[in-house]
C-alpha cells in the first residue's frame, strides 16, 4: 500500500461519468446485474465515435485503398493515411513513415522476429528476454532461435515483480544484439524503466524493443525519448477495435530490413524475369489489403484517449487500484502477485483454497468480468509457483462505486468456493 501511494496523483481529474456516457456497453447488464467491467488489460471497451467511425467508413466511402483514382478510394485512402499520421503524433514519432499497420502487437513482434531477425541475427549471438514477457514477445524469439541457433537469455525479476536491473547489465556480451521486453506487464503491471533500458542496450551495441500493449492505454509515451528501435501496440487495448496494432521502427533500420510477408501494395515492380523490387518503407512491410476500417477506427481511438488526457488517465486508474489494492487486502487468504512499486492498475492475486476458474466463472454470475488463467505469462507464474491468477484491471471509465461492488462479490464468491 505504501509504494503504491508512492506514486504522484498530481494530475488532473477526469469527468468519469462522462466518459461513462460515451461507452454504449457499460449500459448492460450481465445476468441480470450491471456489468462491471474489470478485464481491460485483455481488451478495453470502445466509445461511440470509434463505432461510427466503421459506420461511416462503410456507409459512405468503403474502397480499396492507394491504388483507386475515383473518389471513394481518395477519402478511404486520406482516412487512412491519416491515421498513420495520428500515431505518429501519438508516439511522438519523427516521420510517419515510421509507423507500420499490423493486426496487432504479436504480428508486429513477429514482423521484428522475421525480418529484421532473420537477417540480422545468427548462431551464437544473444537476445535478452524478460521474465515479464507475455508470450508473444517469447514465442516469436524461440521458433526463429531453433532454426537460426541464437540464443535467448532471460532478465530476472524479484519477488515483486521488478525487474534486476543489476542482472540486466551482467546479461550483456559482446553476442548481444537485441533486448525484447514490455513496457508495463499485462500479468503485474509493472512499469518497466524502459529508457534506462534502452540506453543500457545501445551503449552495448544492442537495440530495443519495446512492447507497449499494456503502456499506451495507460500513460503518455514518447518513443524518441525511449529512444526505442522497435515499439509495439494494440489498437483493441486502447480503445480502439480488434485487428490492428501498430509497429514503430526507426527509419533507417526498417529502410535496412527485408520484408516479411509477400503481396500486393508492398511492391515496386514484379516480373518473372527480373525478380520484384519492393515499395518504400512503410508499404514495404504492408503487403495486402489492410484492416482500413479498423485503422481509421484506430485513428479515432487515439484522438479519443489523447483528448481525454494519458496522465489523467493514468493517475484516476492509481486511484482505482489504490482503493482496490485495500478493499481485496481485507480478504482472508488473498495474496496479491505483482507489488512493484508504481504499478500500473492491474491487480493479480490468487486466494487460498479458491481456483482462479471458480472465482471467475462465479463473479461473472454478479455481473463482475475478471480475468483468470496465465495471461499469457506462464514463465512469470511458474516463478511464482501458480498457474493462474484472478486479474482485476482499470480503465479511464471505471470508478470507485464498480471497485466496492467487485470487492463485494469477490468476497461473496470466495465464501461460496471454499
Ligand atoms: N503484449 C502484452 C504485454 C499484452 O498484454 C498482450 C495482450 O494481452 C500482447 C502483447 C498481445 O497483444 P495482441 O493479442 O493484441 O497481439
Same mark, same amino acid.
Given at each position: 500500500?505504501?509504494?503504491?501511494?508512492? *506514486?504522484?496523483?498530481?494530475?488532473?481529474?477526469?469527468?468519469?461519468?462522462?466518459?461513462?456516457?460515451?461507452?454504449?456497453?457499460?449500459?448492460?447488464?450481465?445476468?441480470?446485474?450491471?456489468?462491471?467491467?474489470?478485464?481491460?488489460?485483455?481488451?478495453? &471497451?470502445?466509445?461511440? *465515435?470509434?463505432?461510427?467511425?466503421?459506420?461511416?467508413?462503410?456507409?459512405?466511402?468503403?474502397?480499396?485503398?492507394?491504388? $483507386?483514382?475515383?473518389?471513394?478510394?481518395?477519402?478511404?485512402?486520406?482516412?487512412?493515411?491519416?491515421?498513420?499520421?495520428?500515431?505518429? $503524433?501519438?508516439?511522438?514519432?519523427?516521420?510517419?513513415?515510421?509507423?507500420?499497420?499490423?493486426?496487432?502487437?504479436?504480428?508486429?513482434?513477429?514482423?521484428?522476429?522475421?525480418?529484421?531477425?532473420?537477417?540480422?541475427?545468427?548462431?551464437?549471438?544473444?537476445?535478452?528476454?524478460?521474465?515479464?514477457?507475455?508470450?508473444?514477445?517469447?514465442?516469436?524469439?524461440?521458433?526463429?532461435?531453433?532454426?537460426?541457433?541464437?540464443?535467448?537469455?532471460?532478465?530476472?525479476?524479484?519477488?515483486?515483480?521488478?525487474?534486476?536491473?543489476?542482472?540486466?547489465?551482467?546479461?550483456?556480451?559482446?553476442?548481444?544484439?537485441?533486448?525484447?521486453?514490455?513496457?508495463?506487464?499485462?500479468?503485474?503491471?509493472?512499469?518497466?524503466?524502459?529508457?534506462?533500458?534502452?540506453?543500457?542496450?545501445?551503449?552495448?551495441?544492442?537495440?530495443?524493443?519495446?512492447?507497449?500493449?499494456?503502456?499506451?492505454?495507460?500513460?503518455?509515451?514518447?518513443?524518441?525519448?525511449?529512444?526505442?528501435?522497435?515499439?509495439?501496440?494494440?489498437?483493441?487495448?486502447?480503445?480502439?477495435?480488434?485487428?490492428?496494432?501498430?509497429?514503430?521502427?526507426?527509419?533507417?533500420?526498417?529502410?535496412?530490413?527485408?520484408?516479411?510477408?509477400?503481396?500486393?501494395?508492398?511492391?515496386?515492380?514484379?516480373?518473372?524475369?527480373?525478380?520484384?523490387?519492393?515499395?518504400?518503407?512503410?508499404?514495404?512491410?504492408?503487403?495486402?489489403?489492410?484492416?482500413?476500417?479498423?485503422?481509421?477506427?484506430?485513428?479515432?481511438?487515439?484522438?479519443?484517449?489523447?483528448?481525454? @488526457?494519458?496522465?489523467?488517465?493514468?493517475?484516476?486508474?492509481?486511484?482505482?487500484?489504490?482503493?482496490?489494492?485495500?478493499?481485496?487486502?481485507?480478504?482472508? @487468504?488473498?495474496?496479491?502477485?505483482?507489488?512493484?512499486? $508504481?504499478?500500473?492498475?492491474?491487480?493479480?492475486?490468487?486466494?487460498?483454497?479458491?481456483?482462479?476458474?471458480?472465482?471467475?466463472?462465479?463473479?461473472?454470475?454478479?455481473?463482475?468480468?475478471?480475468?483468470?488463467?496465465?495471461?499469457?505469462?506462464?514463465?512469470?507464474?511458474? &516463478?511464482? $509457483?501458480?498457474?493462474?491468477?484472478?486479474?482485476?484491471?482499470?480503465?479511464?471509465?471505471?470508478?470507485?462505486?464498480?471497485?466496492?461492488?467487485?470487492?463485494?462479490?469477490?468476497?461473496?464468491?470466495?465464501?461460496?468456493?471454499?
Amino acid at each position: 500500500m505504501n509504494e503504491l501511494a508512492t *506514486r504522484d496523483v498530481d494530475a488532473p481529474t477526469l469527468d468519469v461519468a462522462a466518459i461513462r456516457e460515451e461507452f454504449p456497453i457499460l449500459a448492460r447488464q450481465v445476468h441480470g446485474r450491471p456489468l462491471v467491467y474489470l478485464d481491460n488489460a485483455a481488451t478495453s &471497451q470502445t466509445p461511440r *465515435r470509434v463505432i461510427a467511425a466503421f459506420d461511416d467508413y462503410y456507409g459512405r466511402y468503403n474502397a480499396n485503398i492507394h491504388r $483507386g483514382l475515383h473518389t471513394l478510394a481518395d477519402e478511404a485512402t486520406a482516412a487512412f493515411e491519416g491515421s498513420r499520421e495520428t500515431v505518429r $503524433g501519438f508516439l511522438n514519432a519523427a516521420d510517419s513513415r515510421e509507423i507500420i499497420f499490423t493486426r496487432g502487437t504479436t504480428e508486429a513482434i513477429n514482423l521484428v522476429a522475421n525480418a529484421w531477425g532473420r537477417a540480422n541475427l545468427k548462431a551464437g549471438d544473444e537476445v535478452l528476454i524478460s521474465r515479464l514477457e507475455h508470450h508473444s514477445n517469447i514465442v516469436p524469439w524461440q521458433l526463429l532461435a531453433s532454426e537460426l541457433g541464437f540464443v535467448i537469455k532471460v532478465i530476472p525479476v524479484d519477488e515483486r515483480g521488478v525487474l534486476d536491473m543489476a542482472a540486466y547489465r551482467e546479461l550483456f556480451s559482446e553476442r548481444t544484439r537485441l533486448v525484447a521486453v514490455n513496457h508495463i506487464s499485462n500479468a503485474f503491471g509493472t512499469v518497466n524503466p524502459v529508457k534506462e533500458m534502452a540506453a543500457i542496450a545501445h551503449a552495448q551495441g544492442a537495440l530495443i524493443l519495446v512492447d507497449g500493449a499494456q503502456a499506451t492505454p495507460h500513460q503518455p509515451v514518447d518513443v524518441r525519448d525511449i529512444d526505442a528501435d522497435f515499439y509495439a501496440f494494440s489498437g483493441h487495448k486502447v480503445y480502439g477495435p480488434t485487428g490492428v496494432g501498430v509497429l514503430y521502427g526507426r527509419a533507417v533500420l526498417l529502410q535496412a530490413m527485408p520484408p516479411w510477408q509477400g503481396g500486393g501494395e508492398m511492391i515496386r515492380t514484379v516480373s518473372f524475369e527480373d525478380g520484384s523490387t519492393f515499395a518504400e518503407i512503410p508499404h514495404k512491410f504492408e503487403a495486402g489489403t489492410p484492416a482500413i476500417a479498423e485503422v481509421i477506427a484506430l485513428g479515432e481511438a487515439l484522438r479519443w484517449v489523447s483528448g481525454v @488526457g494519458l496522465d489523467a488517465i493514468g493517475a484516476w486508474e492509481h486511484r482505482l487500484l489504490v482503493h482496490a489494492t485495500a478493499a481485496v487486502s481485507r480478504i482472508d @487468504g488473498l495474496r496479491i502477485l505483482g507489488t512493484a512499486p $508504481g504499478k500500473a492498475g492491474v491487480l493479480s492475486f490468487v486466494v487460498d483454497g479458491a481456483h482462479a476458474q471458480d472465482i471467475g466463472l462465479l463473479i461473472d454470475q454478479l455481473g463482475v468480468a475478471i480475468r483468470t488463467g496465465h495471461h499469457c505469462a506462464q514463465p512469470l507464474l511458474a &516463478q511464482f $509457483g501458480v498457474d493462474a491468477t484472478c486479474r482485476a484491471s482499470f480503465a479511464a471509465y471505471n470508478t470507485l462505486d464498480e471497485i466496492d461492488v467487485f470487492a463485494e462479490a469477490l468476497t461473496r464468491v470466495i465464501g461460496m468456493v471454499r
